[in-house]
């Protein structure tokens, strides 16, 4: 998918201009995933990025021979598991982006678009921590406003197209909707039912309808810019194996970076003109800048520091200047 995409352009870019070696392995989430994971832990890598974050992985990954393994994108399922993998000398911490900013920043869009009567479509509880942020974020957004009323929520598994196309039937004061992610489906979705023009729609995760329906007028927020966890993962890794350093000095706490918050076609147009064409969320030389062996200046209250800094407005500022 899109997402997908950017993860692994983003690092081939940095394989290119730093001279490293990235194998991509897709494990999919069924029970072969298990058994790739070991295949390719085999080659003995020097450090593994991973978009899982789990206890048999980062075991696995000690048993192939303490192989560094750091998780991007994704958070802890709990408190516990946090602890547990953090005992692991291999394990270097978490990346992830703040999943319930987002779901509250698409609520305060909504209701900056007039939007009062509004609808959650989630996946199921319980079954994605990042998407039950997403999910408390939006739901805490529409309480802070007594005249927001939420008419709904649908926690159906990614069936976010049927559940709009119903809720559109049943309340025809819907005005709003939040997806814990959008794809092409709900896009389809808005268009076939006739919601645009009527209904406004805030979400996570760009697709290729986004710019449209930014231009339409459908869109009041769309969270990107996740991808740049995996090339903070490689920042985690490299400076492990540079110097010993580890950016990330409590292992156990998730460290958050920004979304870039997209509000309308002219945020859309600078997200792809200064992410997504070529030179990623940060270039080369700014990643090695985040590396300890290079930058002694860079220390794990650094790196946390460079996350909350991480804005649209704060990439334009580092790329404006660039070819």
Not at 248 to 259: G, Q, R, S, T, Y
Not at 262 to 283: C, H, Q, V
Request: hydrophobic letters at 40%; aromatic letters at 12%; proline letters at 2%.
């Amino acid at each position: 998918d899109k997402l997908g995409s950017q993860y692994k352009s983003s690092l081939e870019y940095l394989g290119e201009k730093l001279n490293i070696e990235f194998t991509f392995v897709e494990t999919g989430m069924g029970e072969d995933a298990r058994t790739i994971v070991e295949a390719a832990l085999v080659n003995k890598p020097d450090a593994w990025i991973a978009n899982t974050c789990t206890v048999a992985d980062v075991k696995a990954a000690a048993d192939a021979g303490n192989i560094p393994y750091v998780s991007c994108g994704t958070i802890f399922a709990s408190d516990e598991v946090a602890q547990e993998m953090a005992t692991y000398e291999n394990f270097m911490g978490a990346i992830g982006v703040d999943d319930y900013a987002a779901g509250y920043s698409a609520a305060e869009a909504l209701y900056a678009d007039g939007c009062r009567n509004v609808l959650l479509c989630g996946i199921q509880k319980g079954a994605s921590g990042q998407h039950d942020q997403r999910a408390f974020g939006f739901l805490d957004g529409v309480a802070a406003h007594e005249d927001m009323n939420l008419l709904g929520e649908d926690y159906s598994m990614l069936q976010f197209a049927e559940a709009i196309t119903s809720f559109a039937a049943t309340y025809p004061e819907l005005d709003g909707v939040f997806c814990t992610l959008v794809n092409e489906a709900i896009y389809n979705t808005f268009t076939t039912e006739g919601l645009v023009g009527s209904v406004q729609l805030g979400g996570l995760d760009v697709s290729e309808s986004t710019g449209d329906y930014f231009d339409n007028g459908t869109l009041s927020y769309m969270a990107a810019g996740n991808y740049v966890t995996n090339m903070l993962g490689f920042v985690a890794v490299y400076n492990y194996l540079l110097d010993g350093t580890r950016i990330i000095d409590d292992p156990a706490e998730l460290v958050k970076w920004n979304n870039i918050d997209l509000r309308n076609s002219e945020d859309y147009e600078n997200y792809i003109k200064y992410l997504d064409s070529g030179t990623p969320a940060y270039t080369a030389n700014e990643i090695i800048q985040m590396v300890h062996y290079y930058n002694e200046d860079m220390t794990p209250e650094a790196f946390r520091e460079a996350g909350k800094a991480y804005t649209l407005e704060d990439v334009i500022a580092r790329h404006e200047n660039l070819g």
